[in-house]
Every structure is written in C-alpha cells, then in structure tokens.
C-alpha cells in the first residue's frame, strides 16, 4: 500500500504570502491519478487540483500543483483569509484492487 | 446544483449497526462510480468504500471489510452504507463522495456523524 506523507504538518503564515506544501509518496505514483484537497473547519473537503497540476472547477489560479514520481507539490501564491484550513493529499492505486490513499494533512494556520 | 446529501447518522452501542444514506442531485447519478471517506475527530481522511455506477463491482477498506456492505439504487439517486459489529474506532464524520477523472473525488457531501459509544 503507498502512504502519502505530508509536509510540514503546521505551516504558519500571513495573508498575502506564498504557501508551498509538500506530499511524498513512500513509491512512485502516475500524476494521472493525484490530487489536492482543502478542509475549511466543519465543513467537507474540495477537490482543488487534479492529475497533479490541473486546477479543478471554480478553483482560482493562485492555486497549482507540480511534481510526478514520489514528490508533489501544492503553491498558493498569495495567501487569501480563506486558505487557512487544512489540505490532504490523494492518490489512486487501480491495481487488483482500488486503494485510495490520503495523506496526512498539512494545516495552513495564520 | 451538483449535491450530495447523506444522512443516518447518530450514535450506536459497539456491536451495533446503522444504515448511512447518500442522496445525489444534479448529475446522472447512475453513470458514477461512488465512494465512502470518513474522518475521525481531529483526525484525517480515511476512504471506506467505492462501488461502481452498476452497484455490481464494490471494494472496502481492511478496517471495515466484512463490516460493512456498499450498495446504490440508481432509481432513487441513492447509496447506502449498511454497518455493522460497530466498533469505537469506526466513530467518525462520513462522507458521501462521487468518483470523478482518475480516481478522485470531485464532489463531496455535508456529512454524517456516527458516534459509536456504550
């Protein structure tokens, strides 16, 4: 099974900065079936990007996502009050069986 | 609007059991693949089950296979989570959540909670 761990755990930062938040795979994953998530507290989570680097519907584009193999990455350029939340990491294994697996979770707190 | 809506949640004795519901508008639900992820208190996202658009394919996660059971009524634009021999560790928020592109999860519901406690 692959474990997705993220990084850092807490990331403490001001509106209008940047956010770089990071997820390794413990093996290398297609990019095709990797995406990010944002938790506001209380509420469901948000597909934000998808296939690693595609920005999901209605998602602005100070959000983007890189990487590929056993690192990815998720930027938000100009932090907005509405980013502080927490964000996870998932992947899709489609091998004899499915597996969805999610990291962790890295909080965004100002 | 695209929505899904889960309800049945509510606090059980360990051993116990309880049917979850998920309620889907706005989409041709019965073309989707759909998915169970719940969430611990204070803890993060732990996927359930999936089950295809016919209902006929379904996979679980180890910590409820043999628990659990996934089914849909694609009539009613409706799937279901029957639980049962509930333990404490299965307390949680969870969430309905349609399988989108490569195996994301592009739509989630408001959630449920189960509370599994004596």
């Known amino acids: 099974e692959i474990v997705l761990t993220q990084s850092p755990g807490t990331l403490s930062l001001s509106p209008g900065e940047r956010a770089t938040l990071s997820c390794r795979a413990s093996q290398s994953v297609s990019s095709e079936y990797f995406a990010w998530y944002r938790q506001k507290a209380g509420q469901a989570p948000r597909l934000l990007i998808y296939a690693a680097s595609n920005r999901a519907t209605g998602i602005p584009d100070r959000f983007s996502g890189s990487g590929s193999g056993t690192d990815f990455t998720l930027t938000i350029s100009r932090l907005e009050p509405e980013d502080f939340a927490v964000y996870y990491c998932q992947q899709y294994g489609n091998g004899n069986s499915p597996r969805y697996s999610f990291g962790q979770g890295t909080r965004l707190e100002i | 609007e695209v929505q899904l809506s889960e309800s049945g949640g509510g606090l059980v004795r360990p051993g116990g059991s309880l049917r979850l519901s998920c309620e889907a508008s706005g989409f041709t639900f019965g073309i989707f693949t759909m998915s169970w992820v719940r969430q611990a208190p204070g803890k993060g996202l732990e996927w359930v089950s999936v089950l295809d658009n016919s209902g006929e394919v379904t996979y679980y996660a180890d910590s409820v296979k043999g628990r659990f059971t996934i089914s849909r009524d694609n009539s009613r634009n409706a799937m279901f989570l029957q639980m049962n021999s509930l333990r404490t560790d299965d307390t949680a928020v969870y969430f309905c959540?349609?399988?989108?592109?490569?195996?994301?999860?592009?739509?989630w519901g408001q959630g449920t909670t189960l509370t599994v406690s004596s």
């Open positions: 959540a349609r399988i989108g592109i490569s195996g994301i999860f592009d739509i």
